[in-house]
């Protein structure tokens, strides 16, 4: 043994020794959620002007390892959910479970699936954990403590095997220098109700979940130490912050870490004796809690910070290699059959596009937005040709748009990473693109439900192409469009005619929510998605749109494939040569416009059903009263009369 190694051993044992010497116990946990496969470093744009670089696996793990080394024995590495879909790398999740190989080599302890784990449906998932489990690699632990499957469909059947290979647990128990940690997992209400084809697959209550948990651990386990991963998240206002309610209902969890929203908590949240915290999206910092626990005593927080994965940390060398070779074989299963690779350029933009802090605060339209729903409509042009008939209009909902673009070069993977959810009937990564009709009238419903449910959560807020709208956001739901209209093919603002059909060009995710408003609304909302005859549209799968590839075949049109086929039709020039993004997308097109205003007029104008038969009840409730105080005045001047 070298005398370095020697002197490593001396080193921890007497840091360890040092740890219990008080009498108390130091326990470090590192932590991370929402990573969204973000393998390599992303780059932003400062308050300055600058650019820099965050994030990066091989930055995380050499992090993981030093600070790990400062508490030797006593560090714990949990992740939060949410670590896969949002990359290029999205495109091995089935084949290779790559995100869990890299965890698993970086030395995480326990993960938990978040709602983006479910993004390829239970089978997709099943197929993930079923490629980590076989790879040979060391993998985490995997802790699910809400998600119950019964076995009533072959998907349920393939992801219980999936979970029964890889060792996934209700809650685990680790020991840590000498203290039991009990380890469980939830996925809240909010990120469950956002899985695509969960199937029968039940998300049970989180708290009801975390109550029997916490008692699990602490009467059976005799953990002395409960750590709730909790894909559910934190917000601004503590009424309606997730993970702040479970603390409080649930206070025998001593750390909640907290992932989904994407929040990031300098400080932490204490709420009651639970410590909350959160590190960001992205891998952009890890989060590091320190906690003493003394005999016969709660834990107590004795330090938290969030370490920032700047430029400055050095990749670690052996996850840098491993993703090159997952990078390599991105490029050679998944684009090299679209005749492309993923670093490719596929434009210059000569500004920057808004930028994703912005955007997922945004209650508006976007330039970013403006420029993928074009991408839409221009793309399905392609793919069909003269034979096609024109796109009226494009639909993107900005919970869909996962990156955006700065001035300088924009590659495959900047495009694939933007739209980068969701997998098509093909089994493949992204969205596809689907070919669906409306009436006008439909049309109308579509856009008030979108100036009505946006206000409500803003990733609802719908990007749009071919079609324009004023709404006045204090007017009664579901009435607060004060005008619309649809851009013709000379780009003259025509009124939308209530039983016309038009053709909308909308991504599957969400043609899939449009087409079950009826029912998800109890008919209180009735539009129909329709076929180019006018027949109700019953199967989105057969309306997805295709295209021909590299090699000929033909294939679904995916919504970053559109983007990128938009990307590329710009005329050329710049220092680059490459197809220059017009000066248009420098800001957004007024395309929606919110005209908010108290006017009685401004609010009454054009009433319809949702606005007249409230105004009715009130009316009569008023009338009501009006008469039954009439009615009273008179009995009393009756009464007064007599006497």
Known sequence: MSLRACSMILIVGALMLLNQASGQTRIRILFTHDLHTAFEPETHRTDEGQTR?????????SAIRTKRLEVPGGTLVVDAGDYSSGTIFSTLYTSDGPELQLMGMMGYDAVTPGNHEF??????FAQSVTAASRSGNPLPLMVSSNVTLHGS???EVELMKAFGLYGVRKYTVIERSGIRIGIFGVIGKDASADVPGAGHSVFEDPIVTAKNMARVLRDSARVDLIVCLSHSGTRSDPAASPDEALAREVPEIDVIISG??????????????????????????????DLVLTPNAGPKLKDYRLMQMTDSIQPDSVIARRIAVFTAKVDSVYFKPLGMKSDQILAELPFDLEPMEYVVRSTGELALGDLIADGFSYAVGCA???KGRRVDFSIEP??????????GPVTVADVFRALSLGVGRDKKSGYPLVSAYMTGSDLRKVLEIDATLSALKTDLRFQVAGVTYHFNPHRMPFNRITESGIVDASGTVREIEDERLYRGCISWYAATMISKIDSMSHGIISLVLRDSSGAPLHDLDGAIVMTHTG?????????????AMYLQSFPRGGSLHAPIVPARYLHPDNRIISNASWNPIALLARPNRYTIVPAVFVVTVLALLSWALFAVRRWIRVRRSKH
Do not use: C, N, Y
């Not at 929203?261 to 009651?272: F, K």
């Not at 900005?398 to 001035?407: C, E, P, W």
């Not at 000929?552 to 983007?563: G, M």
């Open 53 to 61: 670089s965050s994030g990066g696996f091989a930055r995380l793990a």
């Open 398 to 407: 900005l919970g869909l748009i996962r990156g955006s673009f700065l001035k």
């Open 551 to 563: 090699d000929h075949r033909s294939e679904e049109l995916k919504d970053w494939q559109a983007l």
């Open 153 to 155: 469909s072959s998907s």
């Open 384 to 386: 069909e040709g003269s």
């Open 119 to 124: 993004d390829d449906r239970l089978d997709g």
């Open 260 to 289: 989904h929203t994407h929040r990031t908590l300098v400080s932490p949240l204490v709420v009651g004796r639970t410590i909350i915290g959160s590190a960001g999206a992205h891998g952009a910092a890890l989060g590091i809690m």
